[in-house]
């Protein structure tokens, strides 16, 4: 073997070696990380304890805090996370975490910040293991947490009318039901009440960043009116994505009116045919998404129901009010845990 033979495999193993240690590094940085937090929660759990078992042995209130702050900062000058806000979220936090079957568990998941916010702005319990779990498994940051909490993504998934788990491989189907949402805004389009379908489809291509970020991170644009060609006729599906991590097409159809069940039909062709001509041998089955303006809840569930492809049906709004009634539309409880449960099955990470 040549010399200069010898070097190349000496580069491409060198290569290899330097990479294992790079992903070491990397892990090793990410598991230190995740015990910093995991002891900064246990310090601020114990914490909370204490204030709490003093607040109600010895009658504690809003100046002994408001003491423990200052004294504390005095001791231990330039330390963050000790003002008297913080310690009040501290008690409140494990108080109404502390002996939660749902939540307690799940304290160590994600960081301070995140739960801060999770704490003040939902109140049910299902709500916030929804999005302590959703943080942690797709790694959201606190400024993307709060802006899922204010499209009420919680209520959106659970609501998401899909066939998704009958028709999807088991790898994925959590995933995808995820990504898809039952309603998504689409004020950013700036269009009036008044539109054709044709003025969604452009409006939704000129700002298909905003449209995408409903999506989550993984999802990319392929292009509009995707050309499909069946013994010599074409065909046209108005948007053409994919989804990075469920390695799907996914093909949309908009509606500027109400869901009816022959939308159905033609997204199971469209579906077919992409199978069948444009998906890749490694990747999973394609998914169809039909945005309607409206829906009816049981002609959807009738209708996807004797369907073997994935599909899911959305509603679209061209307003920044969100229907104040979701809640009300929402499962029964232990529903609520069933779905919760498929998505992210339970973890043991108790404090405390």
């Excluded at 010895?58 to 003002?83: C, H, M, T, Y």
């Excluded at 700036?190 to 700002?207: A, F, P, Q, R």
């Excluded at 499909?228 to 469920?246: A, I, P």
């Excluded at 199971?268 to 998906?279: A, I, M, P, R």
Aim: charged share 25%; proline share 3%.
């Amino acid at each position: 073997m040549s010399k200069q033979k010898i070097s190349n495999l000496q580069n491409v193993e060198y290569s290899k070696f330097l990479d294992e240690i790079k992903d070491r590094i990397r892990s090793s940085q990410y598991e230190a990380m995740r015990e910093v937090n995991r002891q900064t929660i246990a310090l601020y759990w114990e914490i909370g304890r204490q204030i709490n078992i003093k607040r109600e042995s010895s009658g504690w209130g809003k100046a002994v805090v408001e003491n423990l702050s200052r004294d504390i900062q005095k001791e231990f000058p330039g330390i963050q996370g000790f003002g008297t806000s913080n310690l009040w979220y501290m008690a409140q936090w494990q108080a109404e975490y502390n002996g939660n079957e749902i939540l307690q568990p799940l304290v160590g998941e994600i960081s301070w910040t995140k739960h801060i916010v999770i704490l003040t702005k939902c109140k049910d319990a299902q709500e916030r293991r929804f999005y302590i779990q959703a943080t942690k498994k797709f790694g959201w940051t606190k400024d993307v947490l709060i802006h899922k909490i204010e499209l009420k993504t919680f209520e959106k998934v659970l609501l998401g009318q899909t066939n998704f788990e009958t028709n999807l491989p088991d790898k994925v189907k959590k995933q995808a039901v995820l990504a898809i949402q039952d309603e998504y805004n689409l004020s950013y389009t700036g269009l009036d009440t008044e539109h054709s379908e044709e003025d969604l489809e452009l409006s939704l291509v000129k700002n298909i960043r905003a449209f995408l970020m409903d999506f989550g991170a993984d999802m990319s644009f392929i292009g509009n009116q995707y050309r499909l060609v069946v013994s010599g006729t074409e065909y046209f599906v108005d948007l053409m994505l994919y989804h990075r991590r469920l390695r799907a097409l996914i093909a949309v159809e908009l509606k500027i009116g109400e869901f009816k069940p022959e939308y159905k039909g033609k997204m199971e062709f469209y579906l077919n045919v992409l199978n069948d001509t444009v998906k890749m041998p490694e990747e999973n089955p394609s998914i169809g998404i039909i945005i309607c303006k409206s829906k009816d809840r049981t002609t959807v569930d009738y209708a996807l129901r004797s369907s073997n492809m994935p599909i899911g049906v959305a509603t679209y709004t061209l307003t920044n009010e969100l229907p104040g009634d979701l809640k009300n539309m929402l499962p029964e409880g232990d529903e609520i845990a069933r779905k919760l449960d498929f998505l992210f099955p339970k973890e043991s990470a108790s404090v405390g």
